[in-house]
């Protein structure tokens, strides 16, 4: 079973990657781009009776900073 | 308008922070776990008129290295 997690900085808090990304495409040419937030995405592959508990523990003892970080789960059914 | 860009290693590619989740989860007594694939998540706040095509140029020019990245785009009508 695949679940998904995707781990985002908190409003609020300074995100240094998402303005040097947001520069790096000013510097390219790119405009229109308002603001750029960067956050990580893990892909689980969970043996079957692991439960999104287990994986929201996961998420608070180490993938997230709860902190400074928001995460969210996703599972999919279908895999 | 939100844009969520997700960019993800192809398969076959070492995944060393990946392995390195994966050790630790196993460390901190999470079993179950049968792998882990460490990727990016990127969001962008676009102005109105920036199409999907920019963002696909914008990935394929800084946001991801398309040699060993996937990316996908996901665009969120509703902000």
New interface residues.
């Given amino acids: 079973m695949k679940t998904r997690v ?3 900085l908190k409003n609020g808090v300074l995100d240094p990657q ?1 303005k040097a ?1 947001h520069h ?2 000013e510097g ?1 040419g ?18 079957p ?2 439960s999104e508990s ?1 994986v929201e ?2 998420c608070r ?3 997230a900073n709860t902190v400074i970080e928001n995460f969210r789960i996703e599972q999919d059914q279908a895999a």
Same sequence: chains 1, 2.
């Fill in positions: 995707y781990v985002t998402g990304i790096a495409l390219l790119f405009s229109g781009v308002n603001d750029v937030r960067a956050g990580k995405f893990i892909e689980l592959d969970l043996a009776g692991v287990d523990a996961m003892k180490l993938l």
